[in-house]
């Protein structure tokens, strides 16, 4: 297996763009949202302020109507996992344990389900899976994706979710790049494998779908947003 390379697609881009941002402030007296982190710094540098960013301006619209008020990380979190569908399959792939790359497929209630499709003995004590040497993370979200769909086709489940941008809008429909295909042919063909079990999924009445790495229950705790 080649080492695949990061392809641009690394944190805050998606498709190989920047990944927009909206971040809206309160100064007490003035509020706005504007479309910059630097315009925003000019705006809160030194003074009392309160601000965010958002990926919509109707979230930072609904965060200044709603007073502004921060919330903690974790608990936002929580909430938003108790509002994901609990008829779905979750994906997830790290490196945090520094003994190479591991994937993790889970229901909603984070219990690992990677048995029901991986031979146990191929599996760790905590019911996840390690990729062979040399593979990358995003390999191993690749590979994430193709057991969450095996699950979810033996489960009956028509929905499946993981937090990479690269492998559900790209890899998983088998398109990698020319010069990918070339330089590491075994991810070509894993990414065609991919392709061939979404495609019966989705014939199926299947879909994938985008989750924060922060909300996925099969996060395995390294994911950093």
């Not at 971040?23 to 540098?45: H, N, Q, T």
């Not at 010069?179 to 199926?204: C, Q």
């Amino acid at each position: 297996m080649g080492v695949l390379d990061f392809l641009a697609f690394g944190e805050g881009a998606m498709g190989g763009r920047p990944v927009k941002k909206f971040y809206a402030f309160d100064l007490g007296g003035e509020r706005g949202i504007v479309a910059s982190w630097p315009e925003c710094e000019s705006k809160v540098r030194g003074r009392r302020a309160r601000y965010r960013g958002f990926a919509t301006r109707a979230e930072a619209e609904a965060w200044l109507g709603a007073g502004a008020h921060y919330e903690h990380k974790q608990q936002r979190a929580e909430g938003e996992r108790s509002a994901l569908p609990a008829q779905a399959v979750f994906f997830d792939s790290g490196t945090g344990r520094g003994e190479g790359v591991e994937v993790n497929v889970t229901g909603r209630d984070g219990v690992p389900v990677l048995h029901l499709v991986v031979p146990e003995e191929s599996l760790t004590p905590r019911g996840t899976a390690f990729m062979p040497k040399g593979a990358t993370n995003n390999y191993g979200e690749l590979m994430g994706c193709f057991h969450a769909i095996q699950v979810a086709r033996a489960l009956g489940v028509k929905l499946v979710c993981g937090d990479s941008a690269l492998v559900l809008d790209y890899w998983s429909r088998g398109h990698v790049s020319r010069e990918k295909r070339a330089e590491d042919p075994e991810l070509a063909r894993a990414a065609e494998a991919v392709a061939v079990e979404r495609r019966a999924f989705e014939s199926e009445g299947g879909r994938l779908q985008h989750v924060r790495g922060r909300v996925n229950p099969a996060d395995l705790g390294f994911h950093r947003e």
